[in-house]
T-cell receptor
């Protein structure tokens, strides 16, 4: 299994500002994933982050809005840039571990409110 | 593209009773994995149970079991002897073999009543 520490756990931010969310894993993992969960909704994959290369973004998400860093095999950050109230969501970091990397483990999420 | 459908936005069950949550999916893949995740108010996503598509036997984990019908592309979760701590959002998820991209259903909010 993998233990993921994600911070901050919550924040209230002014529109137009940026917030960087950190994700720390207790073991080395190849791929890290960032999800968005809008209020009352399911999880939507934002991007996949591999160490040493640019993140791969899903349709509807762009690097300018959600820049991601992956400096090593245990850490990643997601920045939500130029925030608007529509960015108010829970953001979750995830890694896959276990047998054949078929179990996903999640951080506790960051609840972001943009005012 | 793979899609996951949970047709029950909300369900409730009396404590100690049994409840079944439905999930269907659409894929052209033959080898894949299916999951049920639980998300309590703490927001922590917790893996409840996992099924490998090439295995015919339904997965079980204590009070949790699945009814996997590959031909029908159905993957329901049965919770036996429901407990108050089972109250949470439950998400069904799909992942292709050799592809770590996980797709989630819309979720079912389960309330266990005392």
């Amino acid at each position: 299994s993998a233990v993921i520490s994600q911070k901050p756990s919550r924040d209230i931010c002014q529109r137009g500002t940026s917030l960087t969310i950190q994700c720390q894993v207790d073991s080395q993992v190849t791929m890290m994933f960032w999800y968005r969960q809008q209020p009352g909704q399911s999880l939507t994959l934002i991007a996949t982050a591999n160490q040493g290369s640019e993140a791969t973004y899903e349709s509807g998400f762009v690097i300018d809005k959600f820049p991601i860093s992956r400096p090593n095999l245990t850490f990643s950050t997601l920045t939500v840039s130029n925030m608007s109230p529509e960015d108010s969501s829970i953001y979750l970091c995830s890694v896959e571990s276990g047998r054949r990397n078929t179990e996903a483990f999640f951080g506790q999420g960051t609840r972001l409110t943009v005012v | 593209a793979q899609t996951v459908t949970q047709s029950q936005p909300e369900m409730s069950v009396q404590e100690a009773e049994t409840v079944t949550l439905s999930c269907t999916y659409d894929t052209s893949e033959s080898n894949y994995y299916l999951f049920w995740y639980k998300q309590p108010p703490s927001r922590q996503m917790i893996l409840v149970i996992r099924q490998e598509a090439y295995k015919q036997q339904n997965a079980t984990e204590n009070r949790f079991s699945v009814n996997f019908q590959k031909a029908a592309k159905s993957f329901s979760l049965k919770i036996s002897d429901s407990q108050l701590g089972d109250t949470a959002m439950y998400f069904c998820a799909f992942m292709k073999h050799n592809n770590n991209d996980m797709r989630f259903g819309a979720g079912t909010r389960l309330t266990v009543k005392p």
